[in-house]
């Protein structure tokens, strides 16, 4: 196995990059929860049941990121935010009761969500033509359902589904815990242009959800997680305008290990960032 070479010979080849950057970034952002626990919808026993939540986290977020060198090696610090912003948010429980019959009982609806994420990492050095790294990614995103929301039950046997609109209260917390490994490449075209293409893995990915109910569970919260494989691969285009200027286009895909607990997410992102002297 080629060994990495040392911290500094990588930290030589960012000395031209801005120590600090500041980036708008708009987000395509669709994350779901599934988990499967036994409960009951009219019977006095437990049934097979699961439920999933569904969110359109489309936003706009402000990034502040540094690059820095602590005792020689160089690290990398991040932290972004977005506005609150009304969007969609879906709650899905499926029942599957001892008659055959599948009932279905969900809400869907207007949320207020807002989102954060810091993420730590250190540059690891060059092997194989690559630079490698690692980092630590924290995301928290806070959903509060409107009120009034749209309820929709249904069955299969005998079929039958209706709709009515109900006033209740419910409060989502997501959180995502990632622990990269990241690879990525640099091309210099030439006239102040560069070019560099990467991705990071993050193969223990933990996802919690935290449920409240206040009205139907008041003072419980209802907690589940899951462990899952994150991809997130990045092509960044960079030009020296006096400022460095860079554009980013980068993905985020999710794959679950276990179809019991599951965490989804599909998103694509485009940022602007000017570096600061």
């Known amino acids: 196995m080629t060994?990495?070479?040392?911290v500094s010979t990588a930290a030589q080849t960012q000395t031209s990059l801005p120590a600090v950057t500041v980036s708008y970034e708009i987000a395509?952002?669709?994350?779901?929860?599934?988990?499967e626990n036994p409960s009951r919808f009219d019977t006095p026993e437990l049934v097979p049941h699961n439920f999933t939540q569904t969110y359109w986290g489309d936003n706009q977020w402000g990034v502040l990121r540094a690059r820095y060198r602590i005792a020689g090696s160089v690290l990398e610090s991040e932290v972004a935010i977005t506005p609150q912003r009304t969007t969609r948010g879906d709650d899905v429980d499926e029942f599957f009761q001892p008659t055959g019959d599948l009932a279905t009982s969900g809400t869907s609806?207007?949320?207020d969500l807002r989102s954060w994420r810091v993420r730590h990492g250190v540059v690891l050095g060059r092997a194989l033509g690559l630079a490698w790294r690692s980092a630590y990614q924290y995301r928290r995103d806070r959903s509060a359902f409107h009120?009034?929301?749209t309820k929709t039950v249904s069955h299969t046997q005998p079929p039958s589904s209706s709709s009515f609109t109900i006033e209740g209260s419910e409060t989502t917390i997501s959180e995502v815990h990632e622990f990269r490994v990241g690879v990525s490449r640099q091309w210099d075209p030439g006239r102040g242009w560069r070019v560099a293409a990467g991705v990071d893995a993050s193969p223990a990915t933990v996802a919690r959800l935290t449920t409240i109910l206040p009205l139907k569970y008041p003072g419980r919260e209802i907690v589940f997680s899951a462990l899952v494989l994150t991809l997130n691969p990045a092509l960044t285009i960079r030009r020296d305008m006096g400022l460095p200027v860079t554009m980013s286009f980068a993905s985020t895909q999710t794959f679950s290990y276990d179809d019991a607990r599951r965490f989804t997410r599909r998103a694509l992102t485009v940022s602007v960032g000017v570096g600061l002297p």
């Open 3 to 6: 060994a990495l070479s040392p």
């Open 147 to 149: 009120s009034r929301q």
């Open 109 to 111: 609806g207007n949320v």
């Open 28 to 35: 395509r952002d669709r994350f779901q929860y599934r988990f």
